[in-house]
């Protein structure tokens, strides 16, 4: 028998359905479930008697021209980018509210046209007056931006139809309603139709658009994540509001590379960029102290040096507690189980707090040695020697694996005054680092040799 049809399909997550329903089974989002109608009435079938036009074929060996770049001069946000903003691209910025996106985005927007493109910058958030009073205060009142204060998507694309500009950014697509769909701004159909008028039109006059998007609880850009796939780069803004910088990490980039990041110091007057990001993570730090390794970390291509800060206490009566800021929970329980089955060293009864300061949040498993010393320093009351920096990935079985580009992790390091590594053995090193570099096979010859445990 053929298979069922399932024209229903889920505006959130995309799941097909054999018939509508009020809520979907794999996402659990209510009202989300729509009647899409096919293109063909089924396999082998015609379109009908409108025929398309045939696309043009070629293979693998084509060669074509790098898309051309417009730079900003601001390092950090071209190096984010991957070397500048490309023609026709739809670029999606997301953060959480008052992070610095706007800030940010008119920064840019001067900058661009400083270089000579014309920018239009559009915004549903804010009155024209207020996005003035900020250019005032970044010192960019003179800058050559044309500003509007809209919603209407309708009346949007026509602006941009006339002014024909090489820039627009949209700020922000939550607050962007199209007359076409009967749903409130700010839904799940709203922001998806938004995103896809606004990408449609940036390849077809070759635009570049720059769409601002907020961020919800959960870390994710509000609204589908098909709107992530419909752009050619996705960036997030992180930070925390104590910490006087910002990170902008590229999560996904068609024209340049994917984890790249770019570091900015918020200051009276706008985001400032860092061009040594390891020198300001690691400032004001003082002498070593128990429960305190400096990481040696790559994070997209740039080698960044960052200080992991554990504490170890006695928990009161009940279950002991586990706290982590800037890395995955997840991962701390691993390397926490690891410790005791391999090395037997247990932290049963005891709270463990684990903290990436600067407000970095750090994802590589390389970080996993130096959370362990971390954990082992705090709780044994014992500091690593000064001047040391640690990495490396731990396996299940408590064997250390060599990680990648260990050789630019230790140039950073020698840089900044670090004199002595703890890396894991197997990896390919040159004299040219100029660190002493005492190399561990596995994390029980770790902990006997830096602790005298294990």
């Not at 009864?349 to 990436?356: F, H, T």
């Not at 050789?407 to 040159?430: C, W």
């Amino acid at each position: 028998m053929a298979p069922k049809p399932r024209p229903f399909v889920c505006s959130s997550c995309g799941a097909a359905h054999a018939k509508w329903q009020g809520r979907c089974d794999a996402c659990g989002a209510w009202d989300t479930v729509i009647e899409e109608r096919p293109l063909a009435a089924g396999p082998g079938k015609s379109l009908g008697a409108l025929r398309g036009k045939t696309v043009p074929l070629l293979d693998l060996a084509t060669e074509e021209a790098p898309p051309p770049r417009s730079e900003t001069r601001v390092d950090e946000l071209d190096r984010v980018l991957g070397g500048g903003l490309v023609p026709a691209s739809a670029i999606l910025v997301g953060g959480d509210p008052g992070i610095g996106k706007s800030t940010l985005l008119l920064q840019a927007a001067a900058a661009f046209a400083h270089s000579g493109l014309k920018v239009v910058y559009v915004s549903g958030e804010e009155a024209s007056a207020q996005v003035r009073m900020r250019a005032q205060r970044l010192g960019l009142g003179k800058a050559d931006v044309r500003l509007a204060a809209e919603t209407n998507l309708r009346d949007i694309l026509t602006t941009l139809e006339e002014a024909r500009p090489d820039l627009a950014v949209i700020d922000s697509i939550q607050t962007m309603w199209l007359d076409t769909v009967d749903s409130a701004p700010g839904s799940v159909s709203q922001v998806r139709a938004a995103a896809h008028e606004l990408t449609t039109f940036a390849k077809s006059r070759g635009t570049s658009v720059i769409l601002v998007g907020h961020v919800t609880k959960e870390g994710q850009i509000a609204g589908p994540r098909v709107v992530e796939h419909m752009v050619d780069t996705v960036l997030y803004f992180e930070g925390e509001r104590g910490h006087q910088f910002r990170i902008l990490r590229a999560v996904k980039n068609r024209f340049g590379p994917a984890d790249e990041i770019g570091v900015f110091e918020m200051t009276g007057r706008g985001l400032a960029e860092v061009r040594n990001p390891s020198a300001l993570f690691l400032d004001g730090r003082g002498k070593p102290s128990p429960g305190s390794v400096v990481f040696a970390g790559i994070e997209g291509t740039r080698p960044v040096l960052c200080e992991l800060q554990a504490l170890v206490a006695p928990a009161p009566a009940g279950q002991a507690r586990r706290s982590t800021v800037g890395l995955d929970s997840g991962r701390l329980a691993m390397i926490l189980a690891v410790l005791e089955a391999r090395c037997g060293l247990s932290f049963a009864g005891l709270d463990v707090y684990l903290n990436v300061a600067g407000g970095l949040k750090i994802s590589e498993p390389a970080a996993d040695l130096a959370v362990a010393a971390a954990l082992l320093s705090a709780r044994e009351d014992q500091a690593l020697p000064e001047g040391t920096v640690v990495f490396g990935e731990i396996s299940l079985s408590g064997a250390l694996r060599p990680v990648t580009q260990m050789e630019n992790r230790l140039k950073e390091a020698a840089k900044l005054g670090f004199r002595n590594a703890l890396a894991p053995a197997g990896g390919r090193l040159s004299e040219t680092s100029g660190l002493s570099v005492s190399q561990v096979s596995d994390l029980p010859a770790f902990v006997g040799e830096q602790f005298g445990a294990g």
